[in-house]
Nanobody, 117 residues
């Protein structure tokens, strides 16, 4: 079955730079675009980044542009989210998702990122 397993979250200090990973299995990773979403306490889930099949194009939410970078390694069936200059308002559960036309069809369990001093 399709599995997306996020890792790399935890408690980080403001300004920290963790890298989140999403290990994919159960499908042909290299023919799907991938996305990262996040859900902050009391907020709706929002997309933060997406990447095309080959990684040739990326998109970011305005709130994270310039601070978060999505990438993928098709040989490792893994998508990454490099986070820089983290702020307390970045605190959220971060999810990776498999893209389909106009949406996403599978999400991982999520990994908690808490930005606090």
């Amino acid at each position: 079955q399709v599995r997306l397993v996020e890792s790399g979250g935890g408690l980080v200090q403001p300004g920290g730079s963790p890298r989140l990973s999403c290990a994919a299995s159960g499908f042909t990773f290299s023919v799907y675009g991938m996305s990262w979403y996040r859900q902050a306490p009391g907020k709706e889930r929002e997309p933060v980044a997406s990447i095309t099949i080959t990684g040739s194009s990326t998109n970011y939410a305005d709130s994270v542009k310039g601070r978060l970078t999505i990438s993928r390694d098709n040989a490792k069936n893994t998508v990454y989210l490099q986070m820089n200059s983290l702020k307390p308002e970045d605190t959220a559960v971060y999810y990776c998702a498999r893209k389909v036309v106009g949406s996403s069809d599978y999400w991982g369990q999520g990994t908690q990122v808490t930005v606090s001093s």
